[in-house]
């Protein structure tokens, strides 16, 4: 117990989590295969099935539930899209006018794979289908339409030149030359803060929290 609360089993909480976040990635796939040509298809099936921590979409998940919200197939459907976004960004990141990087948790990344061009703009088709299926997600949740424009301008918000882009620019920019403290900072908060702050907040408008609590 801490402060009178049941300790909670972290490790098992992200491995408990982590298979229903992975099952939901196949249900998206699955999809992506009728959206996407083969040629996307391919090296986006394969950034978004590649592992990893899965870390965002269980955020998302713990965050509606704090909020209020019950389980079930549709929010895993919308953490997923947050990954979809998380997979674009590691596709891009990997490609060799950025981090030239062969291999991305022990398996060759899609650029080696697939070419250069191909995984360059599977990356970007994921982004608006990401939208997409957390609109579908939305609706499966019940949402109306006004929460789900939330969810998706969040997601977008977290994706563009406010947050991911926008960070990899400062990256990019700042290369070859010593960033300040405050220089690093805003570099990590939009780079990689803004998508996992977009992941709490997208649980907690999908619960329907105040704006208090969000």
């Known amino acids: ?112 794979l697939f070419g250069e061009e191909a995984t360059a703009r599977a990356g970007l088709a994921l982004i608006p289908a990401a939208s997409l299926w957390a609109l579908r997600a939305s609706n499966a949740l019940g949402a109306d339409e006004a929460v789900s424009r939330r969810i998706v301008i969040q997601l977008n918000r977290a994706a563009g030149a406010g947050g991911m882009v926008g960070g990899q620019a400062l990256d990019l920019l700042g290369e070859g030359r010593r960033l300040d403290a405050d220089e690093l900072d805003r570099l990590h908060r939009m780079k990689t803060g803004a998508l996992l702050t977009a992941s709490l907040v997208i649980g907690g408008i999908a619960a329907g929290a105040s704006d208090a609590t969000l």
């Not at 699955?30 to 950034?47: I, K, N, S, T, V």
């Not at 998380?86 to 991305?104: G, V």
């Open 1 to 112: 117990m801490t402060d009178g609360r049941p300790a909670i089993d972290v490790e098992a909480l992200l491995r408990d989590e982590r298979a229903e976040v992975e099952r939901a990635l196949e249900r998206a796939c699955e999809w992506l295969g009728d959206e996407f040509p083969d040629e996307l298809f391919q090296p986006a099936r394969h950034a978004v099935l590649s592992g990893g921590k899965r870390l965002r979409p269980v955020l998302c998940v713990v965050a509606y539930r704090a909020c209020g919200g019950g389980t079930g197939p549709a929010i895993y459907d919308l953490a997923a899209a947050i990954e979809l976004i998380h997979a674009y960004s590691l596709m891009h990141d990997d490609l060799p006018c950025m981090d030239d990087a062969d291999l991305r948790r022990g398996q060759p990344t899609p650029h080696t």
